[in-house]
């Protein structure tokens, strides 16, 4: 019934459409410049990300998108998921926990630490999955970000 793939080149317009739509649930419609060129060239090319994709019924379902990273104090591998979204009318079949379970999966087989990922503060529902699946909130770390326009200053500052 569930059945769980990695993307190809070919599913860069459902990789797309999945960004869009997770955007949208989280009210963030305003910030994708995501386009199929750039996700196929850095997906698919350059290799920054992998995707895994989601099939209920034999129907696209739900979108998982991760990459690696490294923990210098455990020095091994770990897997950052950067999007995990379902289709509304997908939800409630365990597609989730499908595709947790597959990435679970990757690290194992790769000796990798651990899988961290972030969540909306008021995304209650999420929130309550992710502590049933044994996830832990970091409560020590703050999440910090440079922009592109921060980095672009950055680049070219004085010390």
Known sequence: MIKIKEANVNDVSIILDFIKDLAEYENMSHLVSANEDLLRKNIFEN???????????????????????????????????????????????????????????????????????????????????YDRIGAKIQDEWHLLRLNSDDILKLSKKEF
């Open 47 to 129: 290799k920054y990300a992998k995707v895994l994709l989601a099939y209920y019924d034999n129907k696209i379902a739900a979108m998982a998108l991760y990459f690696y990273n490294f923990s210098t104090f455990l020095a091994k591998g770990g897997i950052y998921l950067e999007d995990l979204f379902v289709k509304k009318e997908f939800r409630n079949k365990k597609i989730a926990s499908h595709l947790f379970r597959r990435l679970a999966q990757i690290a194992v087989e790769n000796d990798l630490a651990r899988i961290d990922f972030v969540c909306l503060k008021d995304n209650d529902l999420a929130l309550n999955y």
